[in-house]
C-alpha cells in the first residue's frame, strides 16, 4: 500500500544546531515529494518538492532535501536552526497513477520542532 | 494577491446541525482539495474536485458533502451524520501535481 511515514512525532533541537527530520515512503514508482510547515492554527506553506532531477533540492528558509531512492527517503535538513522554527513539519506525497488525473497528496502524520534558546 | 480563503476562522455549532465552510480561490487553479487535521493524525482528504461541477471522495468522505459550481469556490459542508466533526479543516488548491498545494489558513469548527 502507499503511505508515508514521519518516525519522529517531537524533535527538539537548541538554536543554532543543525537538524534532520526523517520521511519515508512506500510506493512503485518515483512518487512527486513535498516538504509543508505549520505555524499554530495556520495552513499549511510548502518549504520545497522535488519530482526530478538533482536529488538535494533546496527550498525556502534555509531547508533542504535530499532524495534517496534506494532508501525511500525524502528527509529535511538545516544546517543552523533558529528559534522562529519552531513549528510541526510534514512530508507529503503524490501517488500519481498516471494519464490526467491530478493524484492526490498524502501526508506523514507531522513531526513538531521545538527549539530551545 | 493571489490566495485562497477559509471563511469563518472559528465556527461553533449545536451537535445535529449542518454547518457549511467556505473556501474561495482566486489563483485559477483547477482543482481543489479539503483536509480534516486532528492532533497525530496528519491530514486526511476528505474531498476533492478537478474540474467545475465534477468531485470525487476522499479517504474519510463519509458525513461530508461539497460542490463546485465554480472554480473558485469549493464549500464543505459538515452533515449531522459525521460522527466527530470537531477538527481543523484545511482548503488547498492546485496548479498541477508537480506544484504541490497552495493551502488556505483554515477553519477550527467546534461542535459542542
Known amino acids: 500500500a502507499q503511505s508515508v511515514t514521519q518516525p519522529d512525532i517531537h524533535i527538539t533541537v537548541s538554536e543554532g544546531a543543525s537538524l534532520e527530520l526523517r520521511c519515508n515512503y512506500s510506493?512503485?514508482?518515483?512518487?512527486?515529494l513535498f516538504w509543508y510547515v505549520q505555524s499554530p492554527g495556520q495552513g499549511l506553506q510548502l518549504l520545497l518538492k522535488?519530482?526530478?532531477?538533482?536529488?538535494l533540492v533546496q527550498g525556502i528558509k534555509g531547508f533542504e532535501a535530499e532524495f534517496k531512492r534506494s532508501q525511500s527517503s525524502f528527509n529535511l535538513r538545516k544546517p543552523s536552526v533558529h528559534w522562529s522554527d519552531a513549528a510541526e513539519y510534514f512530508c507529503?506525497?503524490?501517488?500519481?497513477?498516471?494519464?490526467?488525473?491530478?493524484?492526490?497528496?498524502?501526508f506523514g502524520q507531522g513531526t513538531i520542532l521545538t527549539v530551545h534558546p | 494577491d493571489g490566495g485562497i480563503t477559509q471563511s469563518p476562522k472559528y465556527l461553533f455549532r449545536k451537535e445535529g446541525q449542518n454547518v457549511t465552510l467556505s473556501c474561495e480561490q482566486n489563483?485559477?487553479?483547477?482543482?481543489m482539495y479539503w483536509y480534516r487535521q486532528d492532533p497525530g493524525q496528519g491530514l486526511r482528504l476528505i474531498y476533492y474536485?478537478?474540474?467545475?461541477?465534477?468531485?470525487q471522495k476522499g479517504d474519510i468522505a463519509e458525513g461530508y458533502s461539497v460542490s463546485r459550481e465554480k472554480k473558485e469556490s469549493f464549500p464543505l459542508t459538515v452533515t449531522s451524520a459525521q460522527k466527530n466533526p470537531t477538527a481543523f479543516y484545511l482548503c488547498?488548491?492546485?496548479?498541477?501535481?508537480?506544484?504541490?498545494?497552495?493551502f488556505g489558513s483554515g477553519t477550527r469548527l467546534t461542535v459542542v
Open positions: 488547498a488548491s492546485s496548479l498541477s501535481r508537480l506544484d504541490g498545494y497552495t
Open positions: 510506493y512503485g514508482a518515483t512518487p512527486y
Open positions: 522535488y519530482f526530478s532531477g538533482d536529488t
Open positions: 507529503a506525497v503524490v501517488f500519481w497513477a498516471g494519464g490526467t488525473s491530478y493524484g492526490k497528496l498524502t
Open positions: 489563483l485559477n487553479h483547477d482543482a
Open positions: 474536485s478537478q474540474i467545475v461541477n465534477d468531485f
